[in-house]
T-cell receptor
Framework: DVKVTQSSRYLVKRTGEKVFLECVQD?????MFWYRQDPGLGLRLIYF???????EKGDIPEGYSVSREKKERFSLILESASTNQTSMYLC????????????FGPGTRLTVT | AQKITQTQPGMFVQEKEAVTLDCTYD???????LFWYKQPSSGEMIFLIY??????QNATEGRYSLNFQKARKSANLVISASQLGDSAMYFC????????????????FGTGTRLQVTL
């Protein structure tokens, strides 16, 4: 069974704090993604990575950065958290070898106060 | 650019009835895949069904079927014999298929439809 895990289900942080969201997958997938989910907006892609140390901006990268030092781990970083970054964050991964199903983690609900 | 439109923010269906959730898409790609995901209140995204753009038959997975009409660019999800456990948010999504890495691997999602199954 493919497993994508995220470090926290719920997180509360203060404005201006640096926030790390961690995602780990155990299926040796090349591609990993960070999405943000807001009511009425669906899921929007923040950043993705198709290999170690490789990253590309998604549709809404402003205010975020990412790190992929190992194949199984993809971190999302909020350099200085703001209240408009309060959201549900979903990590996902997919193999690069022709499979079509993207596997999601359980999500992290982040509240910035 | 790819775009997914789900025009039904919320739907109600009675238990044991069938329900259709609408999805239309826009793309200039020749080869693409269409997906439906279910998201219960717990938050995890559950993959339901997949349809490739070149698949001639509509995809089916148990009580789920995908009504794929390529000329109309629609990919509606049909749930037969609804159950209380089907109450959830449902997302339609798509991505290019000819490349499996990099940009082409990303999914574009619709805004979702919240389905409520009633007794």
């Amino acid at each position: 069974d493919v497993k994508v895990t995220q470090s926290s289900r719920y997180l509360v942080k203060r404005t201006g704090e640096k926030v790390f969201l961690e995602c780990v997958q155990d299926m040796d997938h090349e591609n990993m993604f960070w999405y943000r989910q807001d009511p009425g907006l669906g899921l929007r892609l923040i950043y993705f990575s198709y290999d170690v140390k490789m990253k590309e901006k998604g549709d809404i990268p402003e205010g975020y950065s990412v790190s992929r030092e190992k194949k199984e781990r993809f971190s999302l970083i909020l350099e200085s958290a703001s209240t408009n970054q309060t959201s549900m964050y979903l990590c996902a991964s997919i193999s690069g070898s022709g499979s079509y199903e993207q596997y999601f983690g359980p999500g992290t609900r982040l509240t910035v106060t | 650019a790819q775009k997914i439109t789900q025009t039904q923010p919320g739907m109600f269906v009675q238990e044991k009835e069938a329900v259709t959730l609408d999805c239309t898409y826009d793309t200039s790609d020749q080869s693409y895949g269409l997906f439906w995901y279910k998201q219960p209140s717990s938050g995890e995204m559950i993959f339901l069904i997949y349809q490739g753009s070149y698949d001639e038959q509509n995809a089916t997975e148990g009580r789920y079927s995908l009504n794929f009409q390529k000329a109309r660019k629609s990919a509606n999800l049909v749930i037969s014999a609804s159950q209380l456990g089907d109450s959830a948010m449902y997302f339609c999504a798509m991505r290019e298929l000819y490349l499996y890495t990099g940009t082409a691997s990303k999914l574009t999602f619709g805004t979702g439809t919240r389905l409520q199954v009633t007794l």
